[in-house]
């Protein structure tokens, strides 16, 4: 499954653009599509990030309430509860956590989906096939960076002695 494009991933990629790394996530993944999240979990998980995955919005809803997620990737044409609806249920449930909206196509119905979803409270969408770099990006977009390390201390510059 070429969905996400796994071996264009590199460390460079687990960076924020400021090239400070964002923090551990608790991501979960919503898609009917098993070798899709099975790419997205891999791929998460070698970023650093812990990830769940689940095959529907109902499913989804019933996870957040043990597995607590900074973060939920959701593709918005799975059976059950599909992704808009599920969009619309987190966001009155779960208010903090930040969503990313996928999709690969839609009927031709001149409707743009993944617009609807940012409408109704989608944070970050991303149009199937994407790069994981694309992925990460709008991911870390979403994460608090951390603090960079402490710059180590100069010394102080030595005293000038006083003119005679």
Wanted: with cysteine.
């Amino acid at each position: 499954m070429s969905c996400v494009d796994v071996v264009s991933f590199t460390a460079m990629g687990a960076e924020t653009g400021s090239g400070h790394h964002a923090h551990m996530a608790h991501v979960l993944i919503a898609d009917d599509e098993d070798g899709f999240r099975f790419l997205m979990r891999q791929m998460l998980t070698i970023a650093g990030h812990n990830v769940r995955e689940v095959a529907d919005g109902d499913a989804a809803l019933a996870s957040l309430r043990t597995f607590p997620a900074d973060v939920i990737i959701t593709d918005l044409f799975m059976p059950g509860r599909e992704g808009i609806e599920t969009i619309m249920e987190v966001r009155r449930q779960y208010p903090r956590i930040k969503i990313i909206a996928v999709s690969g196509g839609a009927p031709k119905t001149g409707v743009s989906f993944l617009s609807l979803a940012q409408k109704l409270g989608a944070h970050k969408t991303l149009i199937k096939p994407f790069s994981a770099d694309e992925m990460l990006a709008a991911l870390h977009h979403l994460l608090p960076p951390t603090k960079p390390a402490a710059e180590p201390a100069s010394p102080a510059p030595a005293p000038t002695p006083p003119a005679a």
